[in-house]
């Protein structure tokens, strides 16, 4: 039996916990076509909160709904890629399944190989861009770009940002959704050249709810015939703390804990959430922890003495310094997506095992 579950970055896994939501808006904006807000939208969540998984969903739903979709990271090269991506992607779709194999010759053959000739000559990125858009708006295709690991200083970055926002002005059938760290996206959204970005719809991948980490648990281990008691599932949902990259170290552990047998027990459960435990630590804590200044650590080590929820003033408090000093950190924190905002005036870690984690390092 083969373990159902994927705890690699980058990997879309066997069952998709939530996200449903956000899929089925994206779903309605490649269906309802340019002019519809979630075209232009930021995925926004800490590392392994799912953001290059969902990237590779919503370039399915465009799939679906008649798009072509070019895959990018934020990184120097990135714009020529895009053209190269596209007429390749453009290809494919316009050839017919079963001319395939000419196509792979006969680059050009169904866009035309002058034109493709031409897009290829012309000297200006924005000019050969807004040629192929062109084209494929003729046929009644959209393009959707997906830029994941979004860094400010990348200049491509914002280069292709401004030109993101004038093909929307040319009416182009056009898509941009990028994804990135709290942070990251902050400094670009805060940058003077793409104050256009600031207005595409922000989707924080924020927990998953229990409800929906149960049910793709379930799925999951169903796909190869197995079945959680309901400790065990209670036991797995806690430790996942509904984040998408945990839940999957702790049903890739529990599972192998599982050996043969049909049922996975309690007893499989606990030692699967042990070694998940250890992976996650090396893997997301810490690289997280190391990431943080002294002022952002000093603030979370106060956070410590409160059970479950903090107030701004008792950690101040405990900092030994005044609400105002310590709300900077707060705003830090809450953007690198380290700490969570409750409802109300309280806050609480926002990554599973962090608490048992500076407990263990400070
Ligand atoms: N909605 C989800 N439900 C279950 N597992 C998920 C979900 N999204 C991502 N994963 C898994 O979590 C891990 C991290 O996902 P990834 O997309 O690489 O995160 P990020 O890009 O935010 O760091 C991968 O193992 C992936 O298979
Ligand atoms: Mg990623």
């Not at 924005?126 to 046929?139: N, P, T, V």
Request: one cysteine or more.
């Amino acid at each position: 039996m083969k373990n159902p579950f994927t705890p690699t970055f980058g990997i879309v896994p066997m069952v998709l916990a939530g996200r449903r939501e956000l899929l089925h808006h994206m779903h309605n904006a490649f269906e309802r076509g340019i002019g519809d807000p979630n075209l232009s939208s930021i995925l926004i969540g800490p590392r392994g909160t799912g953001k290059t998984a969902l990237l590779s969903c919503i370039g399915t739903e465009a799939k679906k709904c008649g798009w072509i979709c070019v895959d990018t990271v934020a990184m120097e090269g990135m714009l020529e890629d895009i053209i190269q991506q596209s007429l390749r992607a453009a290809e494919e779709f316009l050839t017919p399944k079963s001319d395939k194999k000419l196509s792979g010759v006969n680059v050009g053959g169904v866009l035309g190989l002058t034109w493709v000739q031409q897009v290829k000559e012309e000297s200006n990125w924005r000019i050969r861009m807004s040629g192929i858009l062109d084209e494929l708006k003729k046929k009644d295709i959209g393009l959707l770009i997906t830029v994941d690991e979004v860094r400010v200083d990348v200049p491509e970055m914002i280069q292709l940002a401004s030109f993101y926002q004038l093909f929307v002005r040319e009416n182009a059938k056009i898509s941009l959704v990028l994804a990135g760290l709290p942070g990251q996206v902050h400094q670009m959204l805060t940058h003077k050249e793409v104050s256009f970005l600031r207005r595409a719809r922000q989707h924080v991948l924020d927990r998953i709810s229990d409800r929906e980490i149960r049910e793709a648990f379930r799925k999951t281990v169903e796909i190869e015939a197995k079945f959680f008691s309901s400790e065990a599932l209670d036991m797995a949902v806690n430790a996942s703390g509904g984040f998408a990259y945990m839940m999957q170290l702790v049903g890739y552990f529990i599972w192998e804990e599982s050996g043969a047998s049909e049922v996975i027990s309690e007893t499989c459960a606990a030692e699967g959430i042990r070694q998940a435990q250890i992976d996650f630590q090396n893997g997301v804590l810490d690289s997280t922890w190391r990431e943080l200044s002294k002022g952002d650590r000093a603030f979370l080590i106060a956070m410590l003495p409160d059970p479950k929820y903090s107030t701004l003033t008792a950690v101040a408090k405990r900092m030994g310094k005044t609400s105002g000093y310590a709300s900077t950190y707060k705003s830090r924190l809450l953007l690198s997506g380290v700490i969570e905002e409750q409802s109300g005036e309280t806050f609480a870690y926002a990554i599973p095992s962090l608490r048992d984690y500076i407990d263990k390092v400070r």
